[in-house]
């Protein structure tokens, strides 16, 4: 099928900087749209971003200036710039992403990456 794998995670000081990743692998015809998505704890799974197979890109209001989507098709891939890091920013990353796949014959589906801390500290 799909596997997502995520990576770029960690713990930074406020005001500081991180790169997410996220590379999909598997028997994969395309990818359509791409998203982060964040979870705090006690709070819901919110989207924070998402980028279409044509490049247009979109924000979360509370992210928007600060982080930056992009996707790296040659690669199944895609990021997530995080600049001017907030404590309130500390979450669990998700990616996720819509996959044209093939088994046989052609599936779309929705794929979730396994999750990345971030954390916001000084």
């Known amino acids: 099928q799909v596997q997502l794998v995520e990576s770029g995670g960690g713990l930074v000081q406020p005001g500081g900087s991180l790169r997410l990743s996220c590379a999909a692998s598997?028997?994969?015809?395309?990818?359509?749209?791409m998203g982060w998505y964040r979870q705090a704890p006690g709070k819901e799974r919110e989207l924070l971003a998402a980028?279409?197979?044509?490049?247009?890109?979109r924000y979360a209001e509370s992210v928007k200036g600060r982080f930056t989507i992009s996707r790296e098709n040659a690669k199944n891939t895609v990021y997530l710039q995080m600049n001017s890091l907030k404590p309130e920013d500390t979450a669990v990353y998700y990616c996720?992403?819509?996959?044209?796949?093939?088994?046989?014959?052609?599936?779309?589906?929705?794929?979730w990456g396994q999750g990345t801390q971030v954390t916001v500290s000084s």
């Open positions: 996720n992403l819509d996959v044209t796949y093939i088994e046989g014959t052609y599936f779309t589906g929705s794929f």
């Open positions: 598997g028997s994969i015809f395309s990818i359509n749209t």
């Open positions: 980028i279409t197979g044509a490049n247009s890109a």
